[in-house]
Every structure is written in structure tokens, then in C-alpha cells.
């Protein structure tokens, strides 16, 4: 049974739109969410993250959504530029850190010039 | 520079025959992992281990070994390796502090003809 469900396998999207990547997760005790990037022919790289007693954490360009009820988070890119082109990973995990990060399976998202 | 190391990065074999990953990171980081990427699976974790001596099985643990020795180091071990093993593979290490980023290596392209 998979935990944490990415269910858009790819997402396009014009330069200076928005880009809203979403997960979707079932186990309730997860507390802590990741965001990880991974470009081609590199391992995947920390994007953001937030804690389950936060509905929003911002970086920049890049803003985490967390819905607990709904048990469903977000990623914002705004805005979207040519370099975010890369396959994006939610991760969840629970306890105090010393449990597996469990991940979805990726959206590939792609910038157009 | 903190990082996460794998050697080799591009390794073509035959079944059954014994090899080695490894994998070293210089963070003092206490847990480790490894994890393979196949298309249309994301990302599944192998085997982990919370500090040195402590390992246990991930989600796809089935033809592979580990070790922890020593606290940089985690090889993955593939006794007997089939053409099923035929993936790309990341090593990545964080802190037991709850709420700590994980760290990737670059990856390892195995093929097992």
C-alpha cells in the first residue's frame, strides 16, 4: 500500500506561470514533510520542508502547503522558470526523525520557454 | 564540503557475480540508507541503519546486504546480482535529529546482464 501518492507522473507548465505539484499521504502519524528535487544524472537534492504543526513554510520562490484533515501538501513555484524543469519528490516521515523517510514516486515537471 | 560519496558511479556486470557499492559521507551523520530508482517506482528504499552496527530492511531488501562498520560508511552488497537488480541506486545520510534534511549521494548506474 503506498503511503505517500504523487499522483500527476507529469505537470508542464509556461515560464512565469505557477507550478502547484501535489502529494497526497494516508498514514496519520506522519509529522515532517520533504520536498526533493532531482535533475538527470544527479541525486535527488533538499528543497523544503515543513512540520505538522505548520499549514505553510516559504522559501523563496518555492511555498510548502500542508492540509492535515485532508492529508494533503502542495508545493508552489512562483515563478516558474526554465531551470525548475526536474522531477520533484514529496517525502513523509514520523517520530523524531529517526524513522524512514518514506517517498511518493515523482512528478516530472517541465518549464517551457 | 559536506557530501555524500558512492563509488562507482557506472558499473556493467554478470549475473552472479559478487559486487560492492560503496558509500561514505563526512557529516558525522548517524543514519544512512540506500535506496534504488527504477521508472514509474520513484524512489524505494533498500536497507538503512540508524547508527553503526543497527541495520534493517527497507522496502525492497530482497538480493542485497549491508554493513555498518564504521559510522561514514555503508557499502551495498550484491552477493548474486540478476538482471532485475538493474537500476540506479543512491546512497543518502542524515542526522537522528528529528526533522533533519537527507543527504544524496550522485547515484550508481547498475546493469546486470
Known amino acids: 500500500d503506498q503511503q505517500v501518492k504523487q499522483n500527476s507522473p507529469s505537470l508542464s507548465v509556461q515560464e512565469g506561470r505557477i507550478s502547484i505539484l501535489n502529494c497526497d499521504y494516508t498514514?496519520?502519524?506522519?509529522?515532517?514533510f520533504l520536498w526533493y528535487k532531482k535533475y538527470p544524472a544527479e541525486g535527488p537534492t533538499f528543497l523544503i520542508s515543513?512540520?505538522?504543526?505548520?499549514d505553510k513554510n516559504e522559501d523563496g520562490r518555492f511555498t510548502v502547503f500542508l492540509n492535515k484533515s485532508a492529508k494533503h501538501l502542495s508545493l508552489h513555484i512562483v515563478p516558474s522558470q526554465p531551470g525548475d524543469s526536474a522531477v520533484y519528490f514529496c517525502a513523509a516521515t514520523t517520530g523524531a526523525g529517526n524513522t524512514p523517510l518514506v517517498f511518493g514516486k515523482g512528478t516530472r515537471l517541465s518549464v517551457i520557454a | 564540503e559536506a557530501q555524500v560519496t558512492q563509488n562507482p558511479r557506472y558499473l556493467i556486470t554478470v549475473t552472479g557475480k559478487k559486487l560492492t557499492v560503496t558509500c561514505s559521507q563526512n557529516m558525522n551523520h548517524e543514519y544512512m540508507s540506500w535506496y534504488r530508482q527504477d521508472p514509474g517506482l520513484g524512489l524505494r528504499q533498500i536497507y538503512y541503519?540508524?547508527?553503526?552496527?543497527?541495520?534493517d530492511k527497507g522496502d525492497v531488501p530482497e538480493g542485497y546486504k549491508v554493513s555498518r562498520k564504521e559510522k561514514r560508511n555503508f557499502p551495498l552488497i550484491l552477493e548474486s546480482p540478476s538482471p532485475n537488480q538493474t537500476s540506479l541506486y543512491f546512497c543518502?545520510?542524515?542526522?537522528?535529529?528529528?526533522?533533519?534534511?537527507?543527504?544524496f549521494g550522485p547515484g550508481t548506474r547498475l546493469t546486470v546482464t
Open positions: 515543513i512540520s505538522s504543526i505548520k
Open positions: 543518502a545520510s542524515r542526522s537522528g535529529t528529528s526533522g533533519a534534511k537527507q543527504y
Open positions: 498514514n496519520s502519524m506522519f509529522d515532517y
Open positions: 541503519s540508524m547508527n553503526v552496527e543497527v541495520t
